[in-house]
């Protein structure tokens, strides 16, 4: 069973960058894919960016494509959002989750895995 765990949130200016990690203790990591979700307050969950069990196909929510990316390193059982020139509209709690299935279906499903999420709070 995944467990995922996220760390690097925080509070960032407009503009600016940060870097999401989540990791998870299984051994069996390469076989699920991964996605960021996020909810902001008030407003419902939505996909942001997943990456195949082999790292090598992504996807992405039309308002973070360009902006954002994802990508993961089995061998240390980790995925790593990369989001720069943040927007406000970006602020939310993002989560990152696991599934068995592929990184475009990802987008389609609530996956079966969620972490505690992590805040991102972009300042105007």
């Known amino acids: 069973q995944v467990q995922p765990v996220e760390s690097g949130g925080g509070l960032v200016q407009a503009g600016g960058s940060l870097r999401l990690s989540c990791t998870a203790s299984?051994?069996?990591?390469?076989?699920?894919?991964l996605a960021w979700f996020r909810q902001a307050p008030g407003k419902e969950r939505e996909f942001v960016a997943a990456?195949?069990?082999?790292?090598?196909?992504?996807h992405y929510a039309d308002s973070v494509k360009g902006r954002f990316a994802i990508s993961r390193v089995n061998a240390t059982n980790t995925v790593y959002l990369q989001m720069n020139s943040l927007k406000p509209e970006d602020t939310a709690v993002y989560y990152c989750t696991a599934d068995r299935t592929t990184a475009q279906e990802m987008s389609k499903i609530v996956p079966t895995y969620w972490g505690q999420g992590t805040q991102v709070a972009v300042s105007s």
């Open positions: 990456v195949s069990r082999n790292g090598l196909f992504t």
């Open positions: 299984e051994r069996t990591f390469n076989t699920y894919a």
